[in-house]
Nanobody
Framework: VQPVESGGGSVQPGGSLRLSCVIS????????MGWYRQAPGKGRDLVAT?????????DYSLDVKGRFTISRNNAKNTVYLQMNNLTPEDTAVYYC?????????WGQGTQVTVSS
C-alpha cells in the first residue's frame, strides 16, 4: 500500500497550503498517522501526528507548532495538513505514513516550495 500525497506547490513566505494524503487500506482508521518532510540534503522528519480517532490529541514538532494543523477523515481514508504562515524553512517534500514506524511503502510525496 502506498499513500498518495497531493496539494503541494510554490508559495511566498506567509502563504498557506493544504496537503492531502489518501491511503487505500481498510486498516487505515486503526493507525496513528503522521506527516513527514524531507528538506534537500536532510533526513526525513516527523512534523505532525494525529491519533486513530482524531480529536484534540494531535502532536507537532516545535518548528511547526502553532502554524500547521493535522486532521483526518477516516470515512475517506484521508489525512490532511493545513500549513499557514509558511517560511522558506518549510521547503521540503512532504510525505504521510503511520507515525513512528512507517508501515506503508513511502509514496512520491508532494513538493512544497516557499520563496519570495
Amino acid at each position: 500500500v502506498q499513500p498518495v500525497e497531493s496539494g503541494g506547490g510554490s508559495v511566498q513566505p506567509g502563504g498557506s497550503l493544504r496537503l492531502s494524503c489518501v491511503i487505500s487500506d481498510n486498516s487505515f482508521s486503526f493507525y496513528t498517522m503522521g506527516w513527514y518532510r524531507q528538506a534537500p540534503g536532510k533526513g526525513r522528519d516527523l512534523v505532525a501526528t494525529v491519533p486513530e480517532n482524531g480529536g484534540d490529541a494531535e502532536d507537532y514538532s516545535l518548528d511547526v507548532k502553532g502554524r500547521f494543523t493535522i486532521s483526518r477523515n477516516n470515512a475517506k481514508n484521508t489525512v490532511y495538513l493545513q500549513m499557514n504562515n509558511l517560511t522558506p524553512e518549510d521547503t521540503a517534500v512532504y510525505y504521510c505514513n503511520t507515525a513512528g514506524v512507517a508501515i506503508y511503502t513511502w509514496g512520491q510525496g508532494t513538493q512544497v516550495t516557499v520563496s519570495s
